[in-house]
Antibody, heavy 115, light 110 residues
Framework: QVQLEESGGGVVQPGRSLRLSCAAS????????IHWVRQAPGKGLEWVAV????????YYADSVRGRVTISRDDSKNRVYLQMNSLRGEDSAVYYC????????WGQGTTVTVAS | QSVVTQPPSASGAPGQRVTISCSGS????????VNWYQHVPGTAPKLLIF???QRPSGVPARFSGSRSGTSASLAINGLQSEDEAVYYC???????????FGGGTKLTVL
C-alpha cells in the first residue's frame, strides 16, 4: 500500500528551528519527487517546497525561501524539511505529497510557533 | 506573484450538477497544466483531476475538469453528500517550479 507519513511537528518558539520528516512506503521511493504543502489555521493549502526524484533539484515558495531546506535520504525512504528562523505565520499542518502531480498525501503533522 | 482566483463557496442539492471555476493572474493557466484537489478538513487532500481533465484511477467519472484560455473548471455531476469538501484549483507555475493553490471553494451539499 502506497503510504506517506509525516512526523516531527510540535510547539516551537519564534526564531527556533524544527525538522519535519516524511516516511514513504509501498512504492519505489527513489523514482518520485516529494512536495511539502501546508495549511495554516483557517487558511487554504499552500505549496512549500519540492525535491526531485534524484535530489538534484529543489524549489521553494517565496514565503519560505532562505529559511527552509528540503532534503532526502533514499536509504531511509525519507524526505526532510528543515525549517529555521520560524515565525508565527509558519504555524500550520504540514503535509508531504508524492509524485509529480502530488498524487499521494500523508495525514499531516502540526507545527505551532508560539512563545 | 501568481494569483489563482476561485469562488469561496458553492452549493447544490443531491443529484444536481455543480461547476467550480478558477482564473489565473500571472499563473498562465492557458500554458500550464491544472490539477484539482479535494480536501475534507482533518483528512489528507486528494488528487481529483490532473493535467486539466485527467482522472486518476479510483476517481468517479462524475468528476470532470476542463480548461479554456485563462480559466479552468471542475464539474461535479450527480452531487452526493460525501462531496462536501473544499476544492482547490492548482495550476503549475514555471517561474516557481511548483504548484500554486487557489484560495479554495467550499462546496456545500444542501
Amino acid at each position: 500500500q502506497v503510504q506517506l507519513e509525516e512526523s516531527g511537528g510540535g510547539v516551537v518558539q519564534p526564531g527556533r528551528s524544527l525538522r519535519l520528516s516524511c516516511a514513504a512506503s509501498g512504492f519505489t521511493f527513489s523514482d518520485y519527487g516529494i512536495h511539502w504543502v501546508r495549511q495554516a489555521p483557517g487558511k487554504g493549502l499552500e505549496w512549500v517546497a519540492v525535491i526531485s526524484y534524484d535530489g538534484k533539484n529543489r524549489y521553494y515558495a517565496d514565503s519560505v525561501r532562505g529559511r527552509v531546506t528540503i532534503s532526502r535520504d533514499d536509504s531511509k525512504n525519507r524526505v526532510y524539511l528543515q525549517m529555521n528562523s520560524l515565525r508565527g505565520e509558519d504555524s500550520a499542518v504540514y503535509y508531504c505529497a508524492g509524485g509529480g502531480n502530488m498524487d499521494v498525501w500523508g495525514q499531516g503533522t502540526t507545527v505551532t510557533v508560539a512563545s | 506573484q501568481s494569483v489563482v482566483t476561485q469562488p469561496p463557496s458553492a452549493s447544490g442539492a443531491p443529484g444536481q450538477r455543480v461547476t467550480i471555476s478558477c482564473s489565473g493572474s500571472n499563473s498562465k493557466i492557458e500554458d500550464n497544466p491544472v490539477n484539482w484537489y479535494q480536501h475534507v478538513p482533518g483528512t489528507a487532500p486528494k488528487l481529483l483531476i490532473f493535467d486539466n481533465d485527467q482522472r486518476p484511477s479510483g476517481v468517479p467519472a462524475r468528476f470532470s475538469g476542463s480548461r479554456s484560455g485563462t480559466s479552468a473548471s471542475l464539474a461535479i455531476n450527480g452531487l452526493q453528500s460525501e462531496d462536501e469538501a473544499v476544492y482547490y484549483c492548482t495550476p503549475w507555475s514555471d517561474s516557481l517550479n511548483g504548484w500554486v493553490f487557489g484560495g479554495g471553494t467550499k462546496l456545500t451539499v444542501l
